[in-house]
Structure formats: structure tokens, C-alpha cells
């Protein structure tokens, strides 16, 4: 009874160490000593109890680094490889906005169609919202993150596309008109795959594995739409814990770094939710040399950065950000969602790309992408040019606020709907100051900043200005701040059943 148990973990330890011998074995191997130098990037995950990160380096068409580094899942010990799976957040733009390039180049849509053509819940604004500035974020639609967290959402929820869909129909207004500024928009991306499901006939799911994924061999890739989705090798979210705080890793060593999980439920797709590898990732990133998939007219088409109505060009392109380090134009994204930061480069001059997956909050893989490019590069870069930054800002003094006094505080409290959110926030004033009820988020202080001006500390909600009417009494408050502008609150005329029975500002109560 006892043997086969005995002899099974030495089988499965077997099978894995097999495993990653397979993954681990590049194309091309590199020199012991420039492996040497792309591990010492990784030094600091290459331990036991910590999270890790996922690391593939690909030159002239063949991989010729790759490796895990740290834990996959520090719960059950599952070491970080090559085939380790990761959502890699915003990096899955550029395979959304490829989906649609493809459709335009098929002639099944054009990139300067209004959405609503296609779309027909999204509303009709004051000025049209064509495809192509939904792809160059500058459509001026309000980001999703930021309207679900005014709403009252965490975003560890699980999130579906179809709430995401129902905020964006409800909406009323836009930033800005649209093509005259770039403002970064999740929602944009959710609605553009939308836009390659009604142009295709196709779930975007299927299409992006049809028509990209599938053709360049990438076999662990797919977009997860769907939260309850098992999938194999898969990575999990970590954050690190801050001293004196109780949650974390309680079996981590005295003195070692402490992790909590940091948890990603979205069941929605377009702006995120990219499950890939390093690896496969890599085999994308070539395709800028070889353009096997699209062919030239698509991805230079990929390549072509944004204009504005002012005719001014912006560095974003087709879901790429366009750039340059020592040097070497580049082309890539980053990617943050719970605790996976994620991140790509292609070097177009010397053909080769860098990627670096992480599932730590603080695992910065644009400064370790750009490490390994010091490495795998050394020797192909231009001379350093000069220092172009410039001479700094002048410091400058700014006087404190001056505090609304209790008269004042009290013309501000009252109860504030948003119609397009079918949010409530119950605004109390006393001592402490004003304060914004949430039934979720809590209390949140208001700080003033300026007449009729405030500002909070929640991400989602920098910046309240109240509104007044005929005789200067408040009849509304806007919400901005980050990617969402002027998100119009009414002020209730009559009082909720139920009102009053929020704590007063001085006495703030809960927070989330």
C-alpha cells in the first residue's frame, strides 16, 4: 500500500523535469555567459516562495533564450517554465486591434465606419465614433475600469462583457470630441471585438484563433472570456504584502518577502484577458519580420501611428506603442491587471524581440525587458545621442487650500445619481470636513482643492466639482479624473427612504 505512494511523486517529478527540459530548448542556444546574463535579470525571482516570471528572447526567426523563473502557483509549489500560461492584460490589444485590420483588409469593414454601424447599442453622440479612433484611443469613450469602479465594482468582481456592454449603452456623453485629444480607453478594445464578432459572423474567440493564433503556431494561446475556463499550466496573481500586514504567505521564512494573491476573475475580452506564453508571444512578436499572417499591407497598416484632427500625430499605434531605447526604435505594450505585469518589445533594425511575463504586482518587466535587450543587444546599439531632457521645471510654491466653512459644507450634502452609472453616492458634511457615501465602497473624504473643487483618493474618483444652478444652490456634482471626464451626478430633490442613516463626517465610517 505505501510503495506506490511513495513511488509517485518521484514519477511526476520525473515527468516534469522532462517537461522542462523539452520547453527550455531553444532554437538557438545562446553562450553560458549570456544566459549567465539574462538570469542575473531574474535573480531576485529565482528563489523558493516566490512568484516568478516567464522570459523568451527571439533573433532572426529561431528563439534563442527561454526560461521560468520562481513559482507559478507558490501555493502548490509549481515552478514557473516556458509553457507556463499568463494573462497578460493590455498586451492583448494589439492582437484585438489585428483582429479588426484583418477584417478592413477583407473588406468587411472599414476602419473609418462609425461604430454604430456596426454596434447598434452603442449611442449616437454628438460627434461620430469611427472604428479607427476606437483603435488609436481616441474616440474619447470613457474607460470601462474606471466607470465600473464609480459604479461601486472591485475589480477582483467577475466582470462580464455583457456589464461592460450594459455601462457603455447607458452612456451619455463622451470625453471629448472625438479625434482631438489620446486618452487611454479599456472600452474601446472591449467594443472593437465586439465590432470583429459583427463584422465576421465569428465569436471573436474563434476568430483570433482561426485567423492569428493557430497560423503561427501559437498552441497555448487563446482569449478567456470565460472566468470559470480550466486552463492547464496557468499562472496565478500575487501582490506583496507590506510590513505589519497580517495576510500573505504565513508559511514564508522569517525575514523573506511575503505574498498575498491577488485575485483576476474577468470574463471579458478585447482590452485584456490575453492567456499566452513567453514563447508564443515571441513566435507573434517575428511575425513584424516575416508578416506570414496579415501580410505587408496589414502590419504596416499595424504599424501606423494615430492622428488627431490637428493633424498632430501620437506614438500609439495599432494596440502598439511605438518608441525607442539606446537608440533602436521599438515596438510593444506593457500590461497590468491584479498582480500579472506584462511586457513586449520588437527591435525592428535588429530583428529581434524581448518578453518578459510576470505574476507579481511588483515585478516591473520593462525594466527587466529592457535589461535583457542590454544583454542580448550589447554591441547593436547607436552611439548614446545627447541629453534631450531639457532644463527641469521650475519649482513652484502652492498655497494650501482654504477649507469651505460649515455653511458652505452644508450647501454640498445631499444624495447624487448618476443615470448613465445607476450609481447613488450620499454626500454628509460635518466637522471632519465632506464625505461620499458608497453601499460598497464606503466613506471616501473629500479634500478641497479649489471653490466647488475636490479631490479624493480612490483611483477611480481623483477629481469632484460640484455644479450650481439658479441662485447658486448645488444642483449636481461631475466625476473625472484618469480616463473618464465630466461623469455627470444629479442631485436628488426629495430624500431616499432610508436617508440619514449614513454616519457624519466627522465620524467617516467604513471604507472598502
Known amino acids: 500500500m505505501n510503495a506506490p505512494a511513495r513511488r509517485l511523486p518521484v514519477t511526476a517529478a520525473a515527468l516534469l523535469a522532462a517537461a522542462l527540459l523539452t520547453a527550455c530548448a531553444p532554437d538557438r542556444p545562446v553562450s553560458p555567459a549570456l544566459a549567465r546574463g539574462i538570469d542575473a535579470v531574474f535573480a531576485d525571482l529565482d528563489r523558493p516562495g516566490s512568484p516568478g516570471a516567464s522570459v523568451s528572447v527571439i533573433r532572426d526567426g529561431h528563439i534563442i533564450y527561454s526560461r521560468g523563473y520562481g513559482h507559478a502557483q507558490i501555493e502548490h509549489g509549481v515552478p514557473v517554465t516556458p509553457a507556463t500560461v499568463f494573462h497578460v492584460a493590455s498586451v492583448s490589444k494589439q492582437f484585438t486591434a489585428m483582429a479588426v485590420t484583418m477584417l478592413a483588409a477583407d473588406g468587411a469593414l472599414g476602419l473609418d465606419d462609425p461604430v454604430q454601424q456596426h454596434l447598434d447599442f452603442v449611442p449616437d453622440f ?3 465614433t469611427t472604428v479607427r479612433q476606437l483603435i488609436h484611443h481616441t474616440s474619447g469613450i470613457r474607460d470601462q475600469w474606471q466607470l465600473l469602479g464609480i459604479s461601486g465594482w472591485r475589480l477582483d468582481d467577475v466582470i462580464t462583457t455583457g456589464q461592460i456592454l450594459g455601462l457603455m449603452a447607458r452612456q451619455r456623453e463622451l470625453n471629448f470630441v472625438p479625434g482631438s485629444e489620446y486618452l487611454y480607453s479599456n472600452m474601446g478594445y472591449t467594443l472593437m471585438a465586439q465590432v470583429v464578432e459583427a463584422a465576421s459572423g465569428m465569436s471573436f474567440v474563434d476568430f483570433t484563433a482561426s485567423r492569428i493564433f493557430r497560423p503561427l503556431g501559437m498552441d497555448r494561446t487563446h482569449f478567456h472570456d470565460d472566468h470559470r475556463h480550466m486552463v492547464p499550466n496557468r499562472a496565478y496573481s500575487y501582490a506583496p504584502v507590506s510590513a505589519g500586514d497580517d ?27 490575453l492567456f499566452t506564453t513567453a514563447d508564443d508571444l515571441a513566435r507573434w512578436l517575428d511575425n513584424f519580420r516575416h508578416e506570414t499572417v496579415g501580410g505587408p499591407e496589414v502590419m504596416a497598416t499595424m504599424k501606423q501611428r494615430g492622428i488627431l484632427n490637428s493633424g498632430d500625430t501620437i506614438p500609439y499605434a495599432h494596440g502598439l506603442s511605438t518608441g525607442e531605447y539606446r537608440g533602436l526604435r521599438t515596438i ?4 497590468a491587471d491584479a498582480g500579472f505585469r506584462t511586457q513586449v518589445y520588437w527591435f525592428p533594425e535588429v530583428e529581434t524581440g524581448v518578453v518578459v511575463l510576470t505574476n507579481v504586482a511588483n515585478g516591473n518587466p520593462a525594466g527587466r525587458a529592457r535589461d535583457v535587450a542590454d544583454v542580448v543587444l550589447a554591441g547593436s546599439f547607436p552611439e548614446e545621442q545627447g541629453d534631450e531632457g531639457g532644463a527641469p521645471a ?14 458652505v459644507l452644508a450647501g454640498y450634502a445631499g444624495t447624487y445619481y448618476s443615470p448613465e452609472l445607476d450609481a447613488l453616492y450620499h454626500v454628509a458634511a460635518g466637522e471632519g470636513g465632506l464625505v461620499a457615501h458608497h ?4 466613506a471616501i473624504a473629500l479634500e478641497p482643492r479649489a471653490a466647488d473643487e475636490f479631490a479624493t483618493d480612490r483611483w477611480w474618483m481623483r477629481e469632484i466639482r460640484f455644479e450650481r444652478g439658479a441662485g447658486g444652490v448645488v444642483t449636481g456634482l461631475r466625476v473625472g479624473g484618469g480616463r473618464v471626464r465630466n461623469l455627470l451626478f444629479v442631485r436628488l430633490r426629495a430624500p431616499l427612504p432610508g436617508d440619514g442613516a449614513f454616519p457624519s463626517a466627522a465620524t467617516p465610517g467604513g471604507s472598502s
Open 332 to 335: 510593444g505594450h506593457g500590461g
Open 439 to 442: 453601499i460598497r465602497h464606503g
Open 247 to 273: 495576510a500573505g504567505d504565513a508559511a514564508a521564512q522569517p525575514g523573506a518577502p511575503r505574498f498575498t494573491k491577488s485575485v483576476l476573475s474577468y470574463a471579458n475580452a478585447g482590452a485584456t484577458s
Open 126 to 128: 454628438d460627434h461620430p
Open 394 to 407: 521650475p519649482a513652484t510654491d502652492a498655497a494650501p487650500p482654504e477649507t469651505p466653512g460649515p455653511a
